[in-house]
């Protein structure tokens, strides 16, 4: 298909992820309806993205299906990062979690397939897994979510795949924790934590540390979601995809950390949170050709740089770098 006449929706397009990769849909010269609620402002777009002609702004709760089916004419590709992220941002507020994660999906695959879209990519969560002894976790084994964030990412893996078919592409991705710097900063996920703590209080605490935790530098996770938007049909089609990079112990990403700002003090203490896993990203180098450009050291470098250029306002305590401080802040529901 020409590039010039896709059209993809990205919801969730003004988070972390959705704000890094809009700016690269729009280099490769897709067209792009950015849909989120904006709940961290629209500052996450400068604007040459808010000027550019094939960028069209959908400020939407895709709870409200009917304005969001009036965003898919013409629409040609659905990127659905929209959720309320991670179990303690969940936990927050489980009843609003469920109607965002779970109940509002089934509706927007089905109106996203009435609508003619031909390829729908959900970005699911490794953490879809639960705990696994094994040392290559891979998509052929079973699933074990342990909470309902994760619960209801499982349930809705299996929703998007009823509904492939030849004319309707549906891909999952299973992503690793994300790193780095993005426009909408998170400072709630592990390798931002630690190089915020580390620049801003001289000292990083790790609990536990001997816990695997599977990561991917927000680059790499950009490049796989438009690497899935152009892959062959019968490569992507049905299929589920890990996306994780390095599978590493706290310690050593504290490690990571400590050698990329200089910080020498590093505290360890004890911790109840054992869970510890890792996932095998074979299958989408072999199937996809897909190769990891970016590690967890180039990501806190990324930070250390986005530091020092001033780009983040009171970055220990802003309510915009925390979800679960914004949504108490806006009292969400």
């Excluded at 680059?219 to 994780?244: C, H, R, S, T």
């Excluded at 050698?259 to 989408?284: A, C, H, M, P, Q």
Aim: proline share 4%; net charge negative.
């Amino acid at each position: 298909m020409d590039l010039s006449k896709r059209k993809i929706l990205v919801t969730g397009a003004g988070g972390y992820v959705g704000s890094c990769l809009v700016p690269k849909l729009l280099q490769s010269n897709f067209q792009v309806v950015a849909l989120d609620t904006y709940w961290y402002g629209l500052n996450v777009f400068d604007n040459a993205i808010l000027e550019n002609p094939n960028f069209q702004l959908a400020k939407v709760d895709i709870r409200q299906q009917e304005k969001v089916k009036s965003f898919l004419y013409g629409v040609s590709d659905v990127i659905h990062l929209a959720c309320i992220s991670n179990d303690p941002s969940f936990d927050l507020n489980p009843e609003l979690g469920k109607s965002i994660n779970l109940l509002a999906f089934e509706p927007i695959v089905k109106i996203a397939k009435a609508s003619g879209v031909q390829r729908f990519i959900y970005a699911s969560s490794s953490s879809v897994y639960g705990v696994k002894v094994e040392e290559k976790v891979t998509e052929n084994l079973s699933l074990e979510p342990l909470t309902d964030y994760s619960r209801y990412k499982a349930i809705c893996e299996e929703l998007l795949l009823h509904y492939s078919s030849g004319d309707f592409i549906c891909t999952v991705l299973r992503p690793a924790t994300v790193c780095g710097w993005s426009p909408r900063q998170r400072f709630d996920l592990s390798v931002n934590i630690l190089t915020n703590h580390a620049l801003n209080k001289g000292e990083i605490t790790v609990f536990g540390g001997s816990q695997f935790r599977p990561n991917i530098h927000i680059e790499d996770m950009v490049d796989a979601y438009i690497l899935a938007l152009n892959a062959p049909v019968e490569k992507v089609n049905n299929q589920i995809f890990n996306v994780g990079a390095d599978n590493l112990m706290l310690k050593d990403i504290a490690m990571e950390v400590a050698e990329n700002t200089g910080v020498k003090k590093i505290v360890y203490e004890k911790t109840n949170d054992l869970r510890s896993y890792r996932i095998d990203s074979t299958k989408i180098l072999q199937e996809l050709g897909f190769v990891f450009k970016r590690n967890v050291g180039m990501a806190v470098s990324d930070l250390v740089e986005a530091f020092q250029s001033n780009r983040f306002v009171d970055p220990m305590s802003n309510p915009l770098y925390f979800n679960i401080k914004r949504m108490q802040e806006l009292e969400v529901h």
